[in-house]
């Protein structure tokens, strides 16, 4: 099972793009790389999904690069509605392989 | 369409208790999944199902039950509370597997307290 590993923390100012790095060393061929937002009192928000390259949507985008060890989520301009804690999970088929860890604490200074 | 519910938001137990939460998704989601957050950390996958009638240990299984009578319920129980189990519950589901992990749809979560 490929483990992740991400800052414990982050601050940013409003407006700035912001960059949150994970690791996972171990990925394996299947998996794919998925990123949460989960706000204080509500459940985990799918943000993004990717498996190399770039991926972007219209409220990030994921950069993986070619040997897949690590990957970046990237905010655009962010506003102090994306103070979040931000988790990064690597899994494939299954329903039992998805570990969200301890995840990234972004706060978002005006 | 109101994704994932669950029921109740809120509970108060004392110990040796016992409870039932309540999950329920209107997404025709094959795939349902019970996690627990514990102040400070991660979310841990409790049991989790790839169908009705189906049930899998998931990485804190103990003291737990759970069952899948209908596609799109997904029953937590705890037999006997303990204060261990504190904790915010969350339900999630998403579609069937395939060669990744699809999106989950999370719960707005089930806080629990066990005196």
């Known amino acids: 099972l490929a483990k992740t590993t991400q800052p414990i923390s982050m601050d940013s100012y409003e407006g700035q793009e912001v960059n949150i790095t994970c690791s996972h060393n171990n990925i394996a061929t299947n998996d794919y790389i998925t990123w949460y937002q989960q706000f204080p009192s509500q459940g985990p928000r799918f943000i993004i999904q990717g498996y190399k390259t770039k991926v972007t949507n219209e409220v990030a985008s994921l950069f993986i690069p070619a040997d897949r060890k690590s990957s970046t989520l990237s905010l655009p301009r962010v506003s102090l509605s994306d103070t979040a804690v931000y988790y990064c999970l690597v899994g494939a088929t299954g329903a039992n392989n998805l570990f969200f860890g301890t995840g990234t604490r972004l706060t978002v200074i005006p | 369409n109101a994704g994932v519910t669950q029921t109740p938001k809120f509970r108060v137990l004392k110990t040796g208790q016992s409870m039932t939460l309540l999950c329920a998704q209107d997404?025709?989601?094959?795939?349902m999944y019970w996690y627990r957050q514990d102040p400070g950390m991660g979310l841990r996958l409790i049991h989790y199902?790839?169908?009705?009638?189906?049930?899998a240990k998931g990485e804190v299984p103990d003291g737990y039950n759970v069952s899948r009578l209908k596609k799109q319920n997904f029953l937590l129980g705890l037999e006997s509370a303990a204060p261990s189990q504190t904790s915010v519950y969350f339900c999630a589901s998403s579609r069937a597997g395939g060669p990744y992990t699809g999106e989950l749809f999370f719960g707005e979560g089930s806080r629990l307290t066990v005196l």
């Open positions: 199902s790839v169908g009705e009638g189906t049930t």
């Open positions: 997404m025709n989601h094959e795939y």
